[in-house]
């Protein structure tokens, strides 16, 4: 049982991270074996995740799964994180030399992932019926339907995320997002444990990936206008609508607001609980074994 | 209608006086009330309430505020915020900005008399972005705490420094962030540090040289009372900081702090027992330090829930009965009231949505019901809570207490069951695994898509007898805001999303607001010259001062 859960997984996914980061993927020096990643992966939880948070986005103007500001070949991020950065919020971390290059390794691997900041609630470990990957397939292509919006690896639609292993470069947009999508775009894939996949299923409503949250607005006069919640607060509403244009409205001025459900529709009594477990097998054996 | 014409008088007693400022003697900060156009401590006084007898500002009045000054300090680090609550005295503001940049101002103009900036050590170490709290003043003498873990005192005239003194080591996760108190001729303060392994203390200065005069120690040791709730060598890397200045009753001659989390913050496994006196509220002897009695709100916590939100004194009806009570709004979600000339625990009551607690048993031990786990543990509220270091108030005309709320906010927390997952290494972060979290911990981003589920913000008004909400002030994001209460019934306070306003302290109703383009993390205040009420305001790299407008 891996003891980081949904990064942990993302970790797996390491050598394709790599090759696909935003960044530039030659500036890494060293090659990183798993052991090295998840010792990072540890001391970035303790040491780093309180301001960086888990999706390296937590310090305004600093994304470390996207890009370094300040440095770019591992040795130097490594000198950065034990010096840490005078005059600014950055401390030093007595860190030995070896231990910041695990660090750099957990970063270097986490390039072109965005963790789900949003845990989902656990819902119990799912129907607890085990899943066949050959069946669920079948399920998927044909009486599920699931082709028509979701694509595996880039083969299919683009309406839902695509539901393949590869991480996708950041910043992939959804029908909801125009161009650019939310911050840091989104996996463009659903959590990867069997209770959430399954509760995907059923309850697609209960968490949209950023990406494909659709906003919508509806002025006092009739209007109604859709695209991406670009920033919101107590009186006003920033957005980029569906023709791609900036919109700003004050709350006064508005009948009504919030996100719109999923497109999604739940599966719960369209399909038989067996045939839930086999897509969730499905899915999950396109991630290869854990 | 007697605190107006007080109020009135003392002000137009400031009038002749100008703004020039008088030793701050130990008396004054007694009866600091007595003189609400000047803020000597903190809180503003003794008792935490941050409730002010200032009433030129009125909910009739208080749309003709306008910016009177703003004074910008040094552009802040991406994870800094400026937390100070400022000092005014006699028309003299003191401020201090992070890292450790003092100021002193004329508080009508905003123009500087002297700045003091100390270069931190680089060994400084802090969890959570370099911030400080606020200054303590005695007689002509300002006291600073550093985040390389020094106290230094500052001739309030000149900004020269009198005397420096090395607290604790910084290389070890010492840091000193909490705005220190006085208490007739000792300066009260405790170290930063819960997520470095350290064991805590409340320490007595001599504000003459800064030589200790008595410690007590947040954990204690092996044959001390208290003892018992720690297991093995555990006790000496426990935990337990301070970093929110505490209050005093005079007539009690009691101070009541209280107390960060346990070390390792999020796996106990090492660390068997109720781990006191962590996220506990002390009441000590100022005099000797020796404790009173210590009221525990979280045992043996695996949630970051440190205890230290300011313990707010008052005098209520309590079920029919006249009780010198405490109240504390808890990083936890929870709401307490507590006797605070025993310690004896009268009310528990959540103020958002808790998952960790279903009952209390009548000593006031929570029933706790969940624990981190190994696949996760969802628990309401979140790492940051529900409430933080930002103050409350409480108006003892409306008789509410106001809190600034992070509502509905879930981390999950995980760890490896054990304590060896876990290895302590001096001055790197001893703490296990950061919990997820929806919110952006430390400082708000500079958007926010974020769905209502998420998490919200909220400046909510308490009634202290039953712990039911009287009114909600929601925001869309959450809030690292203090909050003040006035005489005329307004409550300022703010938020992430920079808007600093007033509210009708009966009603919650919104009566103003003004947009100051950055994150308000500080406690508002108020303070009046020449007869005239200002109110100010912290917020990303300012302090924003607002007046009534002329005519």
Same mark, same amino acid.
């Given at each position: ?290 | ?88 005295? %006699? ?14 101002? %004329? ?161 106990? %496994? ?90 209390? %048993? ?190």
């Amino acid at each position: 049982m891996r003891i980081h859960g949904t990064l942990g997984l993302f970790a797996l996914g390491v050598a394709a991270a790599v090759l696909l980061a935003a960044g530039s993927p030659r500036a890494q020096q060293h090659s990183y074996t798993q052991q090295d990643i998840d010792a990072g992966h540890a001391l970035y939880d303790a040491n780093c995740g309180r301001c960086h948070n888990n999706d390296g986005a937590g310090v305004p103007g600093v994304e470390l799964f996207k890009q370094f500001k300040r440095a770019n070949s591992d040795d130097d991020i490594a000198k950065l994180i034990q010096a840490g950065i005078p005059g600014t919020s950055m401390p030093s971390h007595q860190f030995s030399t070896a231990q910041a290059l695990t660090v750099v390794a957990y970063l270097r691997s986490m390039v072109g992932v965005t963790p789900t900041t949003t845990p989902a609630p656990p819902t119990g470990s799912g129907s607890g019926l085990v899943g066949d990957p050959a069946r669920g397939k079948t399920v998927f292509e044909g009486k599920g339907g699931c082709t028509s919006c979701h694509a595996i690896n880039g083969a299919g639609a683009t309406t839902g995320p695509d539901l393949g292993p590869a991480p996708p470069r950041a910043g992939g947009a959804g029908p909801g997002a125009a161009p650019g999508g939310g911050r840091g775009g989104g996996r463009g894939a659903p959590p990867p444990t069997a209770a959430a996949l399954e509760r995907s299923i059923l309850e697609p409503d209960a968490d949209v990936a950023v990406p494909y949250r659709v906003f919508q607005v509806v002025t006092k006069s009739g209007q109604t206008v859709r695209g991406a919640l670009l920033n919101q607060d107590t009186f006003s509403i920033q957005m980029r609508d569906q023709a791609g244009d900036l919109r700003a409205f004050q709350k006064t001025d508005l009948k009504e607001h919030g996100f719109l459900p999923s497109a999604m529709p739940s599966y719960r009594g369209r399909l038989a609980a067996q045939e839930v477990a086999d897509v969730v097998a499905y899915l999950l054996s396109l991630r290869g074994p854990r | 209608m007697k605190p107006v014409v007080l109020a009135i008088a003392v002000v137009t007693a400031a009038v002749s006086l100008g703004a020039q400022s008088r030793a701050v003697t130990s008396d004054r900060i007694l009866k600091a009330s007595a003189e609400p156009q000047n803020w000597l401590t903190y809180s503003g006084n003794y008792n935490g309430q941050r409730y002010s007898a200032l009433d030129q500002i009125t909910p009739a009045n208080v749309k003709n505020l306008e910016l009177q000054w703003v004074f910008q300090v040094r552009t802040l680090g991406a994870a800094d915020k400026f937390e100070a609550t400022p000092l005014v005295v %006699d028309g003299i503001m003191y401020t201090v900005s992070p890292p450790n940049d003092v100021v002193a101002l %004329d508080a009508v103009s905003g123009r500087v008399f002297w700045r003091y900036d100390y270069a931190n050590a680089p060994a400084a170490r802090v969890c959570c972005g370099r911030v400080n709290r606020g200054l303590a003043i005695l007689g002509d003498r300002l006291f600073m705490g550093t985040i390389d873990g020094k106290v230094i005192a500052l001739n309030a005239k000149t900004g020269a420094v009198e005397w420096q003194k090395q607290i604790d080591r910084p290389e070890a996760g010492f840091s000193i962030t909490v705005a220190p108190l006085v208490v007739k001729d000792k300066i009260i303060l405790g170290p930063a540090g819960g997520e470095y392994g350290i064991r805590g203390y409340i320490m007595a200065l001599d504000p003459k040289d800064g030589n200790e005069l008595w410690r007590f120690w947040t954990i204690p040791e092996p044959g001390q009372p208290g003892s018992e709730t720690w297991t093995g060598p555990a006790w000496q890397k426990g935990g337990g900081p301070i970093w929110t200045t505490g209050t005093y009753d005079p007539d009690l001659n009691l101070m009541y702090w209280g107390v960060g989390n346990p070390g390792p913050d999020w796996n106990g %496994d090492g660390r068997p027992g109720d781990n006191l006196y962590t996220d506990s509220v002390v009441a000590l002897d100022p005099d000797t330090g020796k404790l009173k009695w210590h009221y525990q709100y979280t045992p043996h916590d695996e949630f970051d829930y440190d205890a230290t939100q300011v313990p707010v004194l008052a005098d209520i009806q309590f079920n029919g009965q006249p009780r010198k009570v405490l109240m504390q709004a808890n990083r936890n979600g929870v709401f307490y009231v507590i006797d605070r000339t025993n310690g004896q625990f009268l009310l528990a009551k959540p103020f958002t949505k808790v998952s960790w607690v279903d009952g209390w %048993d009548a000593k006031g031990r929570p029933n706790r019901v969940q624990n981190p786990t190994q696949e996760g543990t969802l628990v309401y509220p979140n790492n940051q809570g529900a409430t933080n270091w930002y103050s409350p108030s409480f108006s003892p005309r409306t008789g509410l207490f106001y809190i600034p709320t992070w509502a509905d906010t879930f981390s999950t927390y995980r760890k490896t069951p054990g304590p060896e997952s876990v290895r302590f290494t001096e001055g790197q972060m001893y703490t296990g695994q950061f919990p997820t979290m929806a919110l952006p911990a430390m400082v708000g981003g500079t958007t926010n898509n974020r769905r209502p589920q998420d998490g919200y913000g909220l400046i909510q008004a308490v009634d202290p007898k039953t712990g039911t909400q009287r009114w909600a002030f929601r925001m869309d994001d959450v809030t690292d805001s203090g909050v003040l209460s006035t005489a005329s019934d307004l409550v300022f306070a703010g938020g992430r999303e920079g808007y600093f306003f007033a509210l009708d302290a009966k009603t919650g109703s919104l009566l103003w607001k003004s947009m100051v383009g950055g994150q308000v993390a500080s406690g508002p205040m108020t303070y009046a010259v020449n007869g005239k009420q200002y109110v100010a305001i912290s917020a990303g790299n300012n302090t924003f001062v607002y007046a009534l407008r002329q005519n």
